[in-house]
């Protein structure tokens, strides 16, 4: 049975074939390109019955790029499965507005740390378009942290992994200037609502989705703990949902106080929220260093 033959007995709605479409490009693998340009390929047995058995789970709706184990990101392929949290097209626009800061700044050769780091998706991107930095990933989960590396390692770029949270880093006598984090910012309290206007969410790990304390728990941690940290970074970036925005801002300023300028960009259902570390601190830390003699 040829391409065309099979993609004709399917008979389903037009708004599921673009997924019947990577399906079977990946089954083949082949571009979806190549299938249209070539509808005479013949299927065989295996891969048909293959075909049928992933768009059975494709219809309880797994998400796709389980079913594939890849997933694009910032132009770049990802290797995923149920261990780590599926790229979104949104945390592109973080990604971006961090490349855009070190670059303005001129601060290339900048220690960025990307706390949760999952796939490795945040980290591989940024040491790509910013080689002269020093990229580190941190993550929890030893499964992420292998998925991560095996990005890293697919996409060519030298980021550093360890595994913890951001305390990982004070350990390590690592001061990073930069933090990165879409950590979890659903609310864990509102789990069968997100599950069932988003059934796909399911197979994805818990612990990178929900959190305590209104869903801002986790960041709510990581703040706490930069702001003993020795040096503090120049820019933190922490992606939230844009319902969030007023209670974050709120209190993310009662934790960093006057040390950090606290900006809010609304972007397609999501917000990124961006730490700047206030002017009047830097002052002060150079003339501190002034009367010390540095």
């Not at 951001?166 to 609502?193: E, G, Q």
């Amino acid at each position: 049975m040829t391409v065309n033959q099979f993609l004709k007995t399917l008979d389903l709605p037009q708004q599921l074939r673009l997924d019947q479409e990577i399906l079977l490009a990946h089954i083949l693998h082949h571009p979806r390109e190549h299938i249209f340009a070539h509808p005479e390929i013949k299927l065989s047995k295996t891969q048909v019955s293959k075909f049928r058995r992933l768009w059975k789970k494709r219809l309880k709706n797994y998400p796709l790029a389980y079913l594939t184990g890849q997933k694009e990101f910032f132009g770049l392929d990802f290797h995923v499965n149920n261990n780590v949290l599926i790229p979104r097209p949104e945390t592109e626009f973080m990604v971006e507005e961090i490349i855009g800061y070190v670059e303005k700044s001129a601060r290339g050769k900048s220690i960025i740390a990307d706390i949760g780091t999952g796939s490795g998706c945040i980290a591989v991107v940024l040491k790509k378009k910013l080689p002269a930095a020093q990229v580190i990933g941190l993550d929890v989960s030893a499964a992420a942290l292998k998925i991560a590396r095996k990005n890293s390692q697919k996409n060519k770029t030298a980021v550093e992994f360890y595994r913890g949270d951001v305390a990982a880093l004070a350990k390590k006598k690592i001061l990073p200037d930069i933090i990165a984090a879409n950590l979890p910012y659903l609310d864990k309290d509102k789990k069968r609502f997100f599950y069932h206007n988003c059934p796909a969410l399911k197979y994805e790990p818990d612990s990178a989705l929900f959190a305590n304390k209104n869903g801002l728990g986790d960041y709510i941690s990581l703040l706490e703990k930069l702001m003993v940290f020795r040096k503090l970074p120049t820019a933190i970036f922490l992606e939230i949902g844009s319902k969030q925005i007023k209670l974050a801002r709120r209190i993310f300023l009662r934790i960093c106080g006057d040390k950090y300028d606290l900006k809010v960009i609304n972007y397609k259902g999501t917000a990124l929220i961006r730490l700047i570390i206030s002017y009047r601190i830097v002052s002060i830390k150079k003339k501190q260093a002034r009367w010390l003699g540095h």
